[in-house]
C-alpha cells in the first residue's frame, strides 16, 4: 500500500472499529436535483449532528445532480464540519450522477450500494425558472471534470 492511502485506509478502520449504535450517526436523504434547499438541508443536517454530538453524518445520494453554486456550498459545510460526513449512494441500484458525485467524493468517507452509478460531471446552473442549464464554459468544465 503506498503512503499516502496508509492514513485514510487506517482512519476509516478506526471509524469502523468504533462502536456506535443507529442513535449516534444522523442521516439526511438526499434524492432529486441538489438546488439551494439542498444547501440549507445539508448545513441545518450538521449544524444539528455537532450540537447535539451525533458521531458522523451520513448523506445518502440518489441524485441525476444539480447546480454547481450549491454544490460548491455543500462542499464547504463538509470540509468545515467538526464530524465526519458520510456519502453513501444507497439504495441498491441508486445513482448520484454530476453534482451527486462531487459531493460524493468531497465526503470524508464515500461509499456505494451495489449497484449504484457515479459520473457524467457536467456543471449546470439554474434558471430563472428553476430548469438546469449547462455551463459550457471551457475552465469551469474542465475544473469540474
Avoid: C
Amino acid at each position: 500500500m503506498r503512503k499516502g492511502r496508509l492514513l485514510p485506509t487506517l482512519m476509516l478502520l478506526l471509524f469502523l472499529a468504533v462502536p456506535a449504535s443507529a442513535a449516534d450517526v444522523l442521516a439526511l436523504q438526499i434524492s432529486g436535483a441538489i438546488n439551494p434547499a439542498t444547501d440549507d438541508l445539508v448545513l441545518s443536517a450538521i449544524q444539528e449532528a455537532d450540537g447535539k454530538g451525533y458521531q458522523a453524518l451520513i448523506l445518502y445520494l440518489n441524485t441525476p445532480g444539480g447546480g454547481l453554486e450549491e454544490t460548491k456550498a455543500i462542499l464547504d459545510h463538509i470540509s468545515g464540519s467538526k464530524i465526519p460526513v458520510i456519502g453513501y449512494v444507497y439504495p441498491e441500484s441508486a445513482t448520484a450522477w454530476s453534482a451527486g458525485t462531487v459531493i460524493l467524493l468531497g465526503s470524508d468517507i464515500a461509499a456505494m450500494a451495489p449497484h449504484a452509478i457515479i459520473g457524467s460531471a457536467q456543471p449546470v446552473k439554474l434558471s430563472p425558472t428553476g430548469e438546469t442549464e449547462p455551463i459550457n464554459d471551457t475552465k469551469t468544465t474542465n475544473a469540474v471534470v
